[in-house]
């Protein structure tokens, strides 16, 4: 079993920046991939970013310039540093780890966009 434990979610205006950082812990060999979903307020859930395990990295073109993820294999630990943050950024945001498709996800954590 796995277990996600997100951090760093919070309130931040616009134009700032905020760090998301996840950890995972247990039956980590499992993981290839890490990253990120979020689902606004009456939004569809989106995948924000994801990573290998060798570092390749996607993202969803609302995001591309704004947000880059990065992994830490030894910690276990994937990061999401998202800059220029909009008002249309605000969501719940959730880890998830996972090969072809996600099989753990951590608990969300907020993010709010606003003056």
């Known amino acids: 079993q796995v277990q996600l434990v997100e951090s760093g979610g919070g309130l931040v205006q616009p134009g700032g920046s905020l760090r998301l950082s996840c950890a995972a812990s247990g039956s980590t060999f499992s993981i290839n991939v890490m990253g990120w979903y979020r689902q606004g307020p009456g939004k569809q859930r989106e995948l924000v970013a994801a990573?290998?395990?060798?570092?390749?990295?996607s993202y969803a073109d609302s995001v591309k310039g704004r947000f880059t993820i990065s992994r830490d294999n030894a910690k276990n630990t994937v990061y999401l540093q998202m800059n220029s943050l909009k008002a249309e950024d605000t969501a719940v945001y959730s880890c998830y780890g996972g090969s072809n498709f996600p099989l753990y996800w951590g608990q969300g954590t907020q993010v709010t966009v606003s003056s």
């Open positions: 990573i290998t395990r060798g570092g390749s990295s």
